[in-house]
């Protein structure tokens, strides 16, 4: 989360009760789990960019700072690409909406190596921002990166056959292209705080929400 190390410290510590909260009531619908853990993965994540922002501030080791940033960026770079889009196939039955989901994973994976790369070939920083942390890889032709990063994560919401689940890809796909444009150099930091809400607000609907999800339209394919 941006703003500052305490920012994400709380937010890690309430998005982590809400994940928490909502894994014990998954209950039958395993199929919702990758999906209903994404706010306990985030709350994980805003407490290890805690250490970084500490570090860029003098109070950590440099040698804590450097693995919580690539921490943070496995996580946000490689991790989170195709983690979003399978979630949202495990969650489809078999039949076409499985089949229009799949490009997504496959372009996610796609996105995920790329990022990695990047990181590998190094160098990784971090630096301070306005209000966040700007992250920094040797990645080439970033803005085009991050467009095929937002389809492969907004695209898959978007065209799941769950209503909430695509009403909640389009209004993600707002927000980000709002955040790509104010800032490029500061994208990973606050996309994944606006990730982190997000996900424990759908989570909370999960743990309120009717027990079945409602369908934009049948699925011959499913029946």
Known sequence: MCFSAEAD????????????????????????APLASMPLLFAAHQLDEAFVWWWLHGDVPTGVGRVATWIYLLFAFVILPTLVPIAILVLEPPGRRRAIILPFVALGVIVSIILLAAMIRGPVNAELGSHYIAYSTDLRADFLVVGLYVVATCG???????????????????????????????????????AAISSAAFALH????????????????AR
Request: glycine share 12%.
């Open 9 to 32: 410290l709380v937010g890690g510590v309430v998005i982590g009760a809400i994940g928490i909260d909502v894994l014990r009531h998954v209950d039958g619908r395993l199929r919702y």
């Open 156 to 194: 898959s919401l978007i065209f799941s056959g769950i209503r909430p689940i695509a009403v909640f890809g389009v209004v993600n796909l707002i927000v980000v292209a709002l955040l790509a444009r104010a800032t490029l150099d500061g994208f990973a930091s606050l996309w994944c705080a606006w």
């Open 206 to 221: 999960l743990r309120f929400g009717p027990p079945r999800p409602v369908r934009l339209r049948p699925d011959a394919a």
